[in-house]
């Protein structure tokens, strides 16, 4: 009798184990739209750039990633997600053009820093990730007033 005691007590740790190891994974997929919508609650609104057009507005939310680090990280409510894709430098097209990645690599513990703070924001993550854009192409933010941000993305556009 002990022994089936035993082996009923390893099933529930092993169950307990699995669930614990993919149970909120398979939740996480399981995300609709609808559900993605309800976080988020902002309208999320893309367009295609060239960095060339853009490269001031960038080079300056770059310059502020270290205070937008915080605004990120308080930020649980916004009207307007915009995210620019900058189809240019993305990866596949060679990366950023050199002004733009320079300013990229001079603030890059900031730009790190920024990523994880997205990833960690539940609106921020959800409204990249619906649009699918990883937190890595997340070049700057920029936030306009309280209600909206700009979010620059080294990708393209996925149709």
Not at 37 to 54: F, K, L, Y
Request: proline share 3%.
């Amino acid at each position: 009798m002990p022994a089936f005691a035993d082996t009923r007590w390893l099933q529930t740790i092993a169950a307990c184990a699995f669930l614990a190891a993919f149970g909120t994974q398979a939740a996480h997929s399981a995300e609709s739209q609808e559900t993605v919508d309800r976080i988020v609650g902002s309208d999320v609104r893309q367009e295609e750039a060239r960095t060339t057009t853009q490269t001031g507005k960038i080079i300056t939310a770059i310059e502020r990633t270290r205070e937008n680090i915080g605004t990120v990280r308080k930020t649980s409510r916004l009207d307007t997600v915009d995210i620019v894709f900058l189809t240019d430098a993305a990866r596949s097209e060679g990366g950023p053009p050199p002004a733009v990645e320079s300013k990229v690599e001079q603030h890059q513990d900031d730009i790190a820093e920024l990523r994880k703070e997205i990833d960690a924001n539940a609106l921020l993550f959800n409204a990249i990730d619906s649009r699918r854009v990883l937190a890595e192409d997340v070049l700057a933010v920029e936030f306009d007033g309280s209600a909206k941000i700009v979010i620059y993305a080294a990708a393209r556009p996925s149709n």
